[in-house]
């Protein structure tokens, strides 16, 4: 026995060869990541729009910004591990055509590289929604919000994610877990659950859990670390926000950490100023405290960082365009969405590379989670997705239910002080009027549900408001849709949706005031009576808006925000229906 144990202690000093485990087998992301070259390993990084309708066809637009021609030529030139799709891109047209393209990206970045895409859009619904019809459309996070259901916020998800998937969308760039307590934030506002963080915190888990275990498609949260109180538009400027670090805490974080805990994919970071959270004035995209000491230590995140668009003047202010991919890189992003100059900011990344401000294993680090983030989603095994398959998902009858279900549960009422809701219209003569989207026809289709006459106003001059004032005193109700009234500086500049409420109500005519987005219009609305609020002006919410009006669901939504020094948050009108 004794002689045993000497043995085995001698193969111990000598490495214990004899004994050794065998080693591990190399995972699939790091067969990958061996093979790459350096370059191969910066295209992953980046993440890119391309313009045309399919991958072959040749665009003036690729050549001005890439130096080649087509999509394909673009993907296989930069080794990009990411495309992002837009209307203005060509890239969304209709369920085949996007299918065809997202296969035809794919062959070109897997006969370049071997490494799939990850192929994705801005799809929260509401006002930030890129897919076009037949694809189904939800009303957007506010709404959600007012519905109070986190079943809702999942069912979004999960047809929202199925849909994108079977077109060969794969990240979605949703939800967004933002705490919307500004009235007058410019670039959230609706996007936004609401302004309570444990609302906010429970539709966000939700959702990510929707996306991507109820469709296996990636969300993201957006926008950390928090861009719910600015003033600022952080696409033209940059904003500063003011929290303490105790706010940030109590406000803006639990979205975040609700996100983590469901296990999300991905978090966009904001390009937003937080002195509190790191005093150097850097944007959170560039900022290592917050990046990295913040996201990556405190909150303990181990997903993929992706940047907000390096197009953005918020994240373009301190530092040139070579500079801010650098500088993002090491404050700990890992994927870098749209840069104004993709050949500036690939040689900027490979020149911090050569001169040893970035080291080889810090690109690692970031390749790593993209890798595996496109294994866990099944990419790294990409088959090309069924165009007529993805004809018959995409606004399928059954996602449409779904949708006008969640939606006639978010519909809010705020205002019905003459009692004149539910209204019953058999006999009787209705207008709808006032703000319109040319992208859902908001004021014809309500128009059509109420089976009422329209004319859409927008922001009427005199001679118009004369008109819709005519049409109105020769009916029996008047609906007037109202978009933000409450700006009159950057929206609605002279306060044009003002007037027009004004004189309707000046014709002593019912009048039903309806906000499609903000619901903060009430606030500069004097003399309503009547006034509910969609946060949505897509065809499901008219759909559903028109059922509330004449009493074929009652109003089941609740405030998600305060409308101050007016109604809490909470607050919601209810009444039975026959």
């Given amino acids: 026995m004794r002689t045993r144990s000497v043995a085995l202690l001698a193969l111990a000093a000598l490495g214990g060869t004899l004994f050794a485990a065998p080693a591990a087998a190399a995972s699939p992301v790091d067969k990958i990541l061996r093979r790459m070259t350096l370059p191969e390993k910066v295209g992953q990084l980046f993440t890119g729009y391309v313009y045309g309708s399919d991958a072959t066809t040749a665009s003036a637009d690729n050549r001005r910004l890439y130096g ?9 030139k930069y080794h990009l591990g990411g495309v992002i799709y837009f209307t203005w891109t060509n890239s969304l047209q209709n369920p085949r055509q996007i299918a065809a393209l997202s296969n035809g990206l794919q062959a070109a970045a897997t006969a370049a590289t071997g490494v799939p895409l990850e192929i994705s859009t801005d799809q929260e619904h509401g006002v930030v929604s890129r897919m076009p019809a037949p694809a189904t ?3 957007g996070g506010m709404a959600l919000g007012a519905g109070r259901n986190p079943a809702d916020a999942y069912r979004t998800g999960q047809v929202t994610g199925a849909e994108l998937r079977a077109v060969g969308i794969t990240q979605a760039w949703a939800p967004d877990a933002d705490v919307n307590v500004n009235p007058a934030n410019p670039v959230i506002g609706v996007r936004s659950f609401g302004s309570d ?39 033209t400027g940059l904003p500063v926000i003011t929290h303490t670090r105790e706010q940030w805490q109590r406000i803006d974080a639990p979205p975040f950490k609700a996100a983590i805990a469901a296990g999300v994919d991905a978090i966009m970071s904001a390009h937003i100023v937080v002195p509190a959270l790191d005093p150097a004035g850097d944007p959170a995209t560039l900022s290592k405290p917050i990046i990295t000491g913040l996201l990556r230590g405190e909150l303990g995140y181990r997903g993929v960082i992706v940047s907000d668009s390096l197009e953005m003047a918020g994240v373009r202010q301190k530092y040139g365009d070579d500079r801010v991919p650098v500088l993002a890189l090491k404050a700990g992003v890992d994927m870098l969405l749209m840069p104004p100059d993709p050949q500036v900011a690939f040689d900027a990344v490979l020149g911090a590379v050569a001169s040893g401000e970035l080291t080889e294993a810090r690109i690692d680090e970031s390749v790593r989670r993209v890798l595996a983030l496109k294994q866990k989603r099944g990419l790294l095994s990409w ?11 995409v606004g399928s009858a059954e996602h449409l239910r779904v949708a006008q279900s969640v939606t006639d549960r978010t519909v809010t009422a705020i205002r019905n002080d003459t009692g004149l809701l539910p209204y019953a219209a058999a006999g009787k003569k209705i207008f709808v009027t006032g703000w319109n989207s040319s992208a859902y026809n908001t004021v014809p289709v309500l128009a059509r549900e109420l089976g009422a006459t329209s004319l859409i106003t927008n922001l009427p001059d005199d001679k118009k408001i004369a008109e819709a004032v005519t049409a109105a005193s020769a009916v029996d109700l008047t609906v007037v849709l109202t978009s933000k009234a409450w700006d009159t500086t950057v929206t609605d500049p002279g306060g044009r949706q003002q007037a027009l409420v004004k004189a309707l109500i000046a014709t002593g005519r019912p009048v039903v005031v309806v906000a499609v987005r903000d619901p ?7 003399g309503v009576t009547t006034y509910l609020a969609t946060y949505s002006y897509t ?15 009652p109003p089941r939504g609740k405030l998600p925000v305060e409308i101050p020094g007016h109604y809490p948050y909470g607050y919601g009108l209810t009444w039975r229906v026959p």
């Fill in 68 to 76: 080649v021609d087509t999509p394909a030529e673009v993907v296989a």
């Fill in 137 to 139: 459309q939800f009303p």
């Fill in 197 to 235: 963080p444990g609302l906010v915190a429970s539709l966000t888990a939700s959702q990510v859990l929707g996306f991507q275990l109820g469709a296996n498609t990636s969300a993201a949260a957006k926008h950390f670390p928090g861009h719910g109180d600015t003033a600022t538009d952080s696409h």
């Fill in 383 to 393: 088959t090309p997705v069924d165009p007529a398959a993805a004809e018959l998902s």
């Fill in 520 to 526: 903060y219009d009430l606030a500069s609305l004097p």
């Fill in 539 to 553: 065809e499901v919410s008219m759909k559903s808006l028109a059922k509330v009006l004449l009493g074929a669901v």
